[in-house]
């Protein structure tokens, strides 16, 4: 029997890795027969092997978790992986899982962890800021964009906030997306926006506005993301516009199809596209003889977009 006092912890960790995943919840019952404090002996020997090898690691406790019987795979995730957040780590890793898989699993560990989403963005901040290993703008970036299919995000105010002020644009644009939709604090978004310099994370704040509710410091924030420099950021601030029923925004779209800016003539199309007013349809038509292929292709989609808008069955009343 492989013994966690017998061999070097290396060796242990070599040995447990080697194990088909089916046989790993027995391998757990053998931790409990060599070790009476085996809990915190398979927490140490789990911690080494996600840093070891974080892919078969995270093959390995996704297939026993899977193949496992109920009361072992709960004890399992709960005592030894979920509450220690040895799971979270790999989750948020785009080397190991794709986003797809890490979703499906994200969706398996809510049913057991209500708090995952607080846990997931805790544990992603503290790994980044303390510079441990997965580090970077991907794991954040994959981090939020989990939490973002799982959560509401009402209670995640306070980290993500401290995610904005990373020095990556890519994870500040992600945080002001969660934060914009789930709070629509205009003033503070409004602060965010006047000083950020990147405008991906100016439109996202834009767009996470879209659904709340009109009010005139958003439509006022709308109107001065019309004056942006940056195409995605006029584009978003001319939706949310539209969203809120502001006609003022149908003209400058329609200016803006004849901008001598390839980009804004595309996101004036796709804005079109994105208002679903059917009056735009015969721009979008002399705009499919753009010289610019990129406009072209935009203007064909919001065709396509405006048109299935327009199709939709309505609904009969029956007949008596």
């Known amino acids: 029997m492989l013994s ?42 789990f911690r080494h092997w996600m840093l070891r090898d974080p892919e078969g690691f995270a093959r390995t406790t996704d297939a026993a978790l899977s193949e496992s019987p109920k009361s072992t795979r709960r004890h399992m995730s709960d005592t030894l992986l979920l509450k220690n957040d040895l799971l979270l780590v790999p989750l948020c890793h785009p080397g190991i899982f794709t986003l797809e898989a890490a979703l499906q699993l994200a969706k398996a560990y809510l049913t057991q962890e209500p708090l995952l989403d607080i846990r997931l963005t805790r544990v992603s901040w503290a790994n980044v800021s303390r510079g441990g290993r997965p580090t970077g703008a991907d794991f954040s970036v994959r981090c939020l964009e989990i939490v973002e299919k799982i959560s509401d995000c009402k209670r995640l105010n306070v980290v ?89 925004a149908l003209d400058v779209i329609r200016r803006m199809a004849a901008d001598g800016s390839p980009a804004f003539r595309a996101t004036a199309a796709w804005a079109m596209g ?35 808008q327009t199709n939709r069955p309505s609904e009969t009343a029956p007949v008596a």
């Open 4 to 45: 966690h006092s017998s061999v070097p912890l290396r060796e242990y960790v070599d040995g447990i890795v080697q194990f088909r995943p089916a046989q790993s919840d027995l391998k757990i019952r053998e931790l409990a027969e060599a070790d009476p404090n085996w809990v915190d002996t398979a927490r140490e020997v």
């Open 160 to 248: 993500l906030r401290k995610y904005l002020g990373s020095p990556n644009g890519a994870v500040r644009a992600k945080a002001a997306l969660l934060l914009s939709k789930a709070f629509s604090d205009s003033k503070l978004l409004a602060g965010h926006f006047f000083s950020e310099p990147d405008p991906r994370v100016r439109a996202n704040i834009l767009e996470g506005l879209w659904e709340a509710s009109p009010d005139p410091e958003i439509a006022h924030l709308y109107w001065t993301g019309v004056r942006d420099i940056h195409q995605r950021v006029v584009g978003n601030a001319l939706v949310g516009l539209c969203r809120i029923g502001d006609k003022r």
């Open 274 to 308: 994105e208002s679903g007013d059917p009056d735009f349809r015969d721009v979008l038509m002399s705009m499919r003889s753009d010289a610019v292929p990129a406009v072209r292709c935009s203007a064909l989609r919001a065709l396509v977009k405006i048109r299935k």
